[in-house]
């Protein structure tokens, strides 16, 4: 007998981000962003599940820093790779902007077009981008500043390790 259920995409479970610099990527996480350190079982290897809290349920963002994080070199890999960008739903568009500014973190933002979607872009310190998606008819003050310097440009990186600020 089979089973006649169709198969369905619910959520999204969690994402994993490799790290050289735990400590960092978990203040960049839990202190810039507010998301909450959660309950990791021992796997032999350092890391952090981080919660993100979402409505019936939590979706939880995996931090490694070691074992299977490391390549050949000894090193996690650095950026998003094939991968462009983490989104995560959030509220409170100036609030970031003021928590970006006291960390010292470069970010651009954007309206998308033809909707009420504001959106701010950050980099973790392990180079991953990180688009943060607002509903704009929620938020109040002035909408994303789209100007030269500031505007989000698709496929095109601001992220600089080498003038990245030291978290944590």
Not at 82 to 111: K, M, N, Q, T
Request: overall charge negative; glycine content about 14%; proline content about 8%.
């Amino acid at each position: 007998m089979s089973d006649s259920t169709p198969p369905l995409v619910a959520g999204l479970f969690h994402v994993a981000i490799k790290t050289n610099d735990l400590a960092a990527t978990e203040h960049f996480y839990c202190q810039v962003l507010g998301l909450a350190k959660v309950f990791r079982p021992d796997f032999g290897y350092p890391g952090a599940w981080l919660g993100v809290p979402l409505p019936g349920g939590q979706a939880i963002m995996h931090i490694y820093a070691g074992g299977p994080a490391l390549g050949a070199d000894g090193r996690a890999p650095v950026g998003t790779a094939a991968i462009d960008h983490v989104s995560l739903a959030c509220r409170g568009y100036h609030a970031f902007i003021a928590r970006f500014r006291a960390a010292g973190l470069p970010w651009r933002e954007f309206l998308v077009p033809g909707t009420t979607l504001w959106q701010l872009f950050v980099y973790d310190p392990s180079g991953v981008q990180c688009e943060l998606t607002f509903d704009g008819g929620t938020e109040t003050g002035a909408s994303p500043d789209m100007s030269g310097g500031r505007r989000y440009i698709a496929g095109s990186s601001f992220f600089d390790p080498a003038t990245y600020p030291k978290l944590g």
